[in-house]
């Protein structure tokens, strides 16, 4: 699991823009948000694959999840188009 970038430090209450700044970047489709106590998730699909976006409250951090093991390819190479240098990352 690599953390994806951010310019300024994630909150619980920043998570959401920044998630929907993601998603447009990469051009991924949002399917299903699930929030808990300290805790979102967010299932995102990519040209048939799926990754979960993970934003962990203590950690203040952010990270794409495969959702299956045919997904793992996927979800490191969109974490390293978001986390190269020229990326904008907000």
Do not use: K
Request: aromatic residues 14%.
């Amino acid at each position: 699991m690599s953390m994806l970038n951010t310019a300024q430090p994630l909150s619980f209450e920043r998570f959401p823009a920044w998630a929907e700044h993601l998603i447009a970047a990469l051009d991924l489709e949002l399917i299903e948000r699930e929030q808990g106590a300290d805790y979102q998730q967010w299932l995102l699909g990519f040209e048939g694959s799926r990754v979960l976006l993970c934003f962990e409250h203590y950690g203040n951090c952010a990270w794409l999840q495969p959702f299956s093991a045919a997904d793992q390819e996927v979800a490191a190479w969109l974490t390293e188009q978001w986390n190269r240098p020229s990326a904008v990352v907000c």
